[in-house]
């Protein structure tokens, strides 16, 4: 089959003809449509991510939509034919989706939503499972809350806010002014960053009291910053992003409490790989009702272009999720 290999951390990746794989027991084989591109791809095909522990020669491609083409032995979920999204492989030793075929953990896949075209479903996994362990799984966002995402017109911050206001919360989005007007056709509040000090949107937005949650999707002083967003007492900080040295003590005067989400887990330890599942068909419930729709850049790109989809993921130019087709 026809795959892009990465030989080593910082080169290209290559188009190369590779062993087809074979659905071993547990597995589906998937024959790949389309692989959503993320920050993080471009991070390991960089070697600026140890932690998604990929070690060249690898295929890289994380997010996945497909369709089954066999599968293995003890899987009675999947059959061929049927249409499967997931967040299945390019870190550890698993084989990621810019490639023709994948051997996928069945316990990492669903149903493609019926109401998403491929492209569309292989733009969530990533975004969807992380927002969703972020705000439902540890801040367990409910109605007439009020909720700050930081970076809301991003891969997973568009996520976010739909998923929030899917279970009622009241949402504030921090951006860019070019993404703004994207924010607000979410149906968040906008609020530019760039001009706004965050005691100001705290004070106009909560009366100086800080937000019920606050979602840190871009890390670094960012994540400071939610530190003096977030209410006291009851205020809950959670990021995707909590790589760096933070200083705690603005969290801890306001008596409120952090945690971190670090989505890559289940497909690096082998462990709770069916709430992934769980998450990706609660997701395409949202989907097959028009709550939840990922935004995608209009431009195509295959895999002998994907290194101008990596381009336009590192310059941050695109205006929505960038999907890779492969066939």
Excluded: C
């Amino acid at each position: 089959m026809r795959a892009l290999v990465l030989r080593e951390f910082g080169g290209p990746l290559t188009l190369a003809e590779i062993e087809q794989p074979v659905a071993g027991p547990g597995q589906v084989l998937v024959r790949v449509t389309a692989s959503g591109v993320n920050p993080l791809d471009t991070k390991i095909r960089a070697g600026r991510a140890a932690h998604a522990r990929v070690h060249p020669p690898a295929v890289l491609g994380m997010d996945l939509a497909g369709a089954v083409a066999e599968v293995g032995s003890g899987v009675t979920d999947f059959a061929p034919g049927d249409e499967v999204y997931g967040l299945t492989g390019g870190v550890g030793d698993l084989q990621g989706s810019l490639a023709e075929y994948a051997a996928v953990d069945a316990r990492l896949l669903a149903r493609k939503p019926e109401s998403l075209t491929p492209r569309e479903a292989a733009a969530l996994p990533l975004s969807v499972i992380t927002s969703w362990e972020a705000l439902v799984d540890r801040a367990r966002v409910t109605a007439g809350q009020r909720l700050l995402v930081h970076g809301g017109a991003g891969g997973v911050g568009h996520v976010a806010i739909q998923l929030a206001r899917a279970r009622g919360a009241e949402v504030f989005a921090t951006g860019s002014p070019r993404s703004l007007a994207t924010i607000t056709r979410l149906g968040a509040t906008p609020i530019d960053y760039t001009t706004t000090p965050v005691e100001d949107y705290v004070a106009e937005y909560t009366g100086g009291d800080g937000f019920d949650i606050v979602f840190d999707t871009i890390g670094g002083a960012t994540l400071d910053l939610s530190f003096n967003a977030v209410r006291a007492y009851t205020g809950h900080v959670v990021s995707a992003l909590g790589w760096g040295t933070h200083s705690l003590a603005p969290l801890s005067f306001r008596g409120a409490t952090y945690s971190g989400v670090f989505t890559l887990m289940p497909m690096l330890t082998g462990k709770r790989r069916e709430h992934h599942a769980e998450i990706l068909r609660e997701a395409g419930a949202l989907a097959d009702t028009r709550v939840l729709r990922p935004i995608l850049d209009p431009r195509r790109f295959t895999l002998s272009t994907v290194d101008d989809a990596y381009a336009v993921v590192e310059n941050g130019t695109g205006n929505g999720k960038i999907v890779v087709d492969i066939e």
